[in-house]
């Protein structure tokens, strides 16, 4: 009897197991898909980034290519061979053309040109031209992938699943609608009102939003606000719709190339499934979010493992001191007199100075105190027990990757959104800002000397660190991005899109409404005055009759 039951037994497993394994092949988890970055144009931090998220991807057993511009330097993308295809596309700039724009950009900063704070940053006309440069070289290149009828005919082979791109770039939903696929959008700075509320609903408020390049906080006196409206509705029409951003030539390139050119491009951009803002609210002043806008950090914690520098660590570990780490960021090739004013203040310093560069400082004269890499792997060196403080230009990935680490900042912002930041740093008592317009020595020196003394830059700074770490709900930030892409590539983007990404500005700000309720008043308030009048006219008249037939 024993033995029929187990063969009976036997008979059933063999009869499920197939049924079983089916099951298991089946799972939405365990299926792979295709992937599409295009994250390169710009190139540098925005790339090395922006593209992690790819990475996590891969590791994961997914196809990613990242698509390349010919004027991006080779080791944009050498050491992810073994993760990534890589796919080139021919470009009218090379890599010397690019560096040389991206140079002169740079050396604008180090002078202030670039430097404002409210409406003057786009009256200065320097300024404007200069950013055109900029932004021609992007359109320009955008009708060079295009042009370039092999790699295009490539990438429709491949049949992607999902696009992922910058969104800095307005080619990333023109290529998206070229290759007839949905696309996910990775922004390198905070939610900013004047694009975001238009490319993405996102809900703003004057009254505790500022606007970028406002020296704003969250909360505003009266003026504040005046400033702040003013500033939102000046920077939405002048630079957005008639300035150096608008989409007009990448408009004329979807006609060119007639890729749904009846779709402008900024309504192609309401087309992402899905948004993400970088970012943590340790850091950013709370506001609502729409439910396809993720704030998360791309780099924080992702290369804990990268090797340090034999030198480097042991100048890290024998300063029981302190060390300040500064860095000016991969754009900058060329420092001019301000080199002076850094070496200076760093050899007046009590503490060591480990200073990533990569330029050519031959000529400064440093002081014993300072030790100068080409290249760090900045978030290992912050998490070093012995530094103690950051110096930058306050660019969002590092002063994220700062605040993740703890480190209070000393930020001298260049540029637009690094004021931003330091803005934000400062409201959470974590750093001080200096402005590179009248930038001194003494002046850099003394802010170091404060943060790496007063306890409450360390203590704030901790805070926001541990505030962005509990928020995250992966060990590493990045693998909550690579999440959400998987998210909207198995089940799409329309159970996270809010409605108003397809209404039109009546509807959406209810002006239709208004003018209905408006104009149902008005006849009600018309039609009682005039039955008031006629009941006056008429108590007039028979007043009047009363009288005559008295008399």
């Known amino acids: 009897m024993s033995i029929l039951c187990l063969g009976f037994l036997i008979l059933l497993s ?20 295709n992937f599409l970055y295009l994250v390169s144009i710009i190139g540098n931090s925005h790339y090395f980034n922006l593209v992690e998220s790819g990475r996590a991807l891969a590791r994961q057993g997914h196809h990613v290519v990242s698509l390349m511009s010919s004027s991006n330097p080779t080791s944009h993308w050498q050491k992810d061979a073994d993760l990534l295809s890589v796919v080139v596309f021919n470009s009218s700039y090379t890599e010397q053309n690019k560096t040389s724009i991206y140079g002169d950009a740079t050396k604008a900063m180090l002078t202030g040109q670039m430097n404002f704070f409210g409406y003057e940053w786009f009256l200065e006309k320097d300024f404007r031209d200069r950013f055109k440069v900029v932004a021609d070289m992007w359109l320009q290149e955008c009708d060079d992938l295009f042009s370039d009828s092999a790699t295009m005919k490539r990438l ?88 150096v951003a608008s989409f007009v030539g990448y408009d004329k390139l979807k006609v060119k190339y007639n890729i749904k ?35 998360v950090l791309y780099n924080a914690g992702s290369n804990p493992n990268q090797a340090m520098d034999e030198e480097v660590a042991k100048f890290l570990d024998t300063a029981p001191d302190g060390v300040v780490l500064f860095s000016l960021g991969s754009n900058l090739r060329i420092l001019g007199k301000e080199g002076r004013i850094f070496a200076d203040a760093f050899a007046s310093l009590p503490f060591r100075v480990l200073w990533q560069s990569n330029t050519n400082l031959t000529g400064l004269q440093l002081g014993n105190n300072t030790m100068v890499a080409r290249w760090l792997p900045m978030i290992k060196v912050m998490e070093h027990v012995n530094v103690r403080a950051y110096v930058s230009h306050a660019a969002s990935f590092s002063t994220n990757e700062a605040m993740w680490t703890g480190l209070p900042m000393v930020g001298i912002p260049f540029y637009e959104d690094q004021m931003d930041f330091m803005v934000r740093v400062e409201a959470r008592g974590a750093g001080l800002t200096l402005d590179i317009n009248g930038l001194t020595s003494e002046t850099l020196s003394r802010a170091i000397r404060r943060v790496m003394t007063e306890p409450g830059f360390p203590k704030n700074a901790e805070r926001v660190s541990k505030i962005m770490r509990d928020l995250q709900n992966t060990e590493r930030p990045v693998d909550n991005v690579a999440r959400w892409i998987l998210h909207v590539t198995k089940f799409g983007g329309n159970h996270l899109r809010p409605t108003v990404m397809d209404l039109n500005f009546v509807q959406r700000n209810l002006l239709d409404v208004y003018l209905f309720i408006g104009l149902v008043l008005a006849s009600v308030i018309m039609i009682n005055v005039s039955v008031c009048y006629i009941c006056c006219r008429c108590m007039c008249r028979s007043g009047r009759g009363d009288h005559f037939k008295k008399e």
């Open 261 to 295: 050119p009846e779709v402008s491009t900024l309504e192609s951009y309401k087309q992402a499934l899905l948004y993400f803002m970088h970012g943590s609210f340790g850091l950013e002043f709370p506001r609502p979010l729409q439910p396809n806008i993720k704030y």
């Open 14 to 33: 063999s009869l499920a197991l197939p049924a079983l394994s089916s099951d298991v092949g089946n799972k939405p988890g365990e299926e792979k898909y």
């Open 156 to 243: 429709q082979e491949e049949r992607f699943d999902m696009l992922v791109g910058d969104d800095c770039i307005p080619c990333v939903p023109m290529l998206a609608q070229a290759l007839d696929i949905p696309f996910v959008l990775e922004s390198n700075t905070f939610a900013v009102p004047t694009k975001h509320s238009a490319w993405t609903g996102l809900p703003i408020n004057p009254s505790y939003i500022p606007e970028r390049v406002m020296q704003l906080t969250d909360r505003m006196t009266f003026l504040q606000r005046l400033k702040n409206v003013l500033g939102h509705y000046y920077q939405t029409i002048v630079h957005f719709h008639l300035g």
